[in-house]
T-cell receptor
Framework: QKEVEQNSGPLSVPEGAIASLNCTYS??????FFWYRQYSGKSPELIMS????GDKEDGRFTAQLNKASQYVSLLIRDSQPSDSATYLCAVDTGNQFYFGTGTSLTVIP | KAGVTQTPRYLIKTRGQQVTLSCSPISGHRSVSWYQQTPGQGLQFLFEYFSETQRNKGNFPGRFSGRQFSNSRSEMNVSTLELGDSALYLC????????????FGPGTRLTVT
């Protein structure tokens, strides 16, 4: 079983819709959770971090964490074509970062 | 504040050669991690350095090595290059170890022919 699992997609949503990206992790002692965005040919860019159960909002982005279910998600409201990228979920167990393989998102104008 | 820098940005090497990649972390960051990214395998953890000591190592052969200097700059070395080593090598820095956000550099694109 992989440490971090994501649906590879591709996920397509129309412009203005809500994009929902999901991630599950296996290590219950995981402390910190992150979402990165990676455009084709570029390096990952940190967009959200979340450390406690519940929701965390930053602009059009909302991260949701449920430690009991070992589940973290990212919602992108009012999706824009510029949001088209691969989104990587990362989990820090306190000893090492683990990344999922990413979900490819395409926002259709 | 300047971001993470990596040099060189692009490299072309032939099989059997060795290569050294460099990473300068964000000022004040003391932890540096290295990753290999390929289309098929995603981001694979190579190793992490903190205070000039390797703190963690991923599942890569001994041909992959690294070090960290007193100014937190880090280098990684790959000896006896193989075709399969062609990848994007990413360096990420964080303030310290554990529960700190990692920030990535632009990466070094290595092509082995």
């Amino acid at each position: 079983q992989k440490e971090v699992e994501q649906n590879s997609g591709p996920l397509s949503v129309p412009e203005g819709a809500i994009a929902s990206l999901n991630c599950t992790y296996s290590d219950r002692v995981s402390q910190s959770f992150f979402w990165y965005r990676q455009y084709s040919g570029k390096s990952p860019e940190l967009i959200m971090s979340i450390y406690s159960n519940g929701d965390k909002e930053d602009g059009r982005f909302t991260a949701q964490l449920n430690k009991a279910s070992q589940y973290v998600s990212l919602l992108i409201r009012d999706s824009q074509p510029s949001d088209s990228a691969t989104y990587l979920c990362a989990v820090d167990t306190g000893n090492q970062f683990y990344f999922g393989t990413g979900t490819s998102l395409t926002v259709i104008p | 504040k300047a971001g993470v820098t990596q040099t060189p940005r692009y490299l072309i090497k032939t099989r059997g050669q060795q290569v050294t990649l460099s990473c300068s972390p964000i000022s004040g960051h003391r932890s540096v991690s290295w990753y290999q990214q390929t289309p098929g395998q995603g981001l694979q953890f190579l190793f992490e350095y903190f205070s000039e000591t390797q703190r963690n190592k991923g599942n890569f052969p001994g041909r992959f090595s690294g070090r960290q200097f007193s100014n937190s700059r880090s280098e990684m070395n790959v000896s006896t290059l193989e075709l399969g080593d062609s990848a994007l090598y990413l360096c990420a820095s964080s303030l310290a170890r554990g529960t700190y956000e990692q920030y990535f550099g632009p990466g070094t694109r290595l092509t082995v022919t």
